[in-house]
């Protein structure tokens, strides 16, 4: 088993188009073994919605607790999954977001919806869909995405862009967010 404690074995290479998908089963995992949620965004008549997969970090919390009188006497335990937060990509610009779990500070309720699998148009897989209470915000600007290159990309010097990308996520359907307005 690896100890993924360790810094070093936190990362993996990664091939382009060399890389294949985790699998338990039928499901999609990533690579540290944890099931992948997904959402799709983007409208059918701009083309077909584009699938993302969005990483969950889990942690197993004990909910019981002992009962008074029975301190000294075996009770099994019982344990609650929690969702500490979830990585996913920025869809306009590809960025890599995180959103941080309900108890963790300036987090958001993330809910994993395992009852609602659905089964991936491009590797046949199934993952659940995901949903987020609250806005998701982008604020990548456009020298961290775009930093190859001579002169940082083709960017004038000086000025810089941001994503500035805002949406949210219900139940695996990805949307934006404009002036308040919720457009889908």
Known sequence: ???????????????????????????????????????????AQDAAPTEFTVDIDMAEVRTDQV?????????PATYDVDIVGAQLLCPRCYSALYVKGKNMPNGKDITVHWDEMVQSENDGLFRPT???????????????IISSGAGGGGQSSGMSMRCGWQGGVIRGKMFDHKGGLILK
């Open 130 to 144: 995901i949903s987020v209470d609250g806005v998701l915000k982008c604020d990548y600007y456009d020298y961290e």
């Open 67 to 75: 009962s008074n009188g029975r301190e000294g006497m075996y009770q």
């Open 1 to 43: 088993m690896t100890d993924f404690t360790k810094f070093e074995n936190q990362f993996q290479k990664h091939s382009v188009g060399k890389s294949q998908q985790n699998r338990k089963g039928q499901m999609a995992v990533n690579d540290f073994g944890r099931p992948e949620a997904m959402f799709v965004y983007g409208k």
